[in-house]
């Protein structure tokens, strides 16, 4: 699985996709999450989905340091 930005209208949306291979072989691609407008999350809300997804594969928490 990856993050990508897809733009749509002039706005842009992070999404999770995962790539696979369908029955025939050729590699594809789905949506397995869109994350929202970008130009609407905040840190505060992005903080806690990095780290379910850090925790997902093992990972530490991210840090977040005060500015």
């Known amino acids: 699985m ?5 733009k749509t209208g002039g706005r ?7 790539s696979f291979r369908n029955d ?5 691609t ?3 999450a869109n994350l929202g407008r970008l ?3 905040t840190p505060a809300q992005l903080d806690p989905l990095i780290n379910g ?3 997902a594969v093992g990972r530490a928490e991210n840090i977040v340091f005060a500015t």
């Open 53 to 55: 997804l850090n925790r």
């Open 2 to 6: 990856y993050t990508r930005i897809s």
């Open 12 to 18: 842009q949306y992070p999404q999770l996709v995962e």
């Open 30 to 32: 789905r949506v397995v």
């Open 24 to 28: 025939s072989g050729k590699v594809r």
């Open 39 to 41: 130009d609407q999350i």
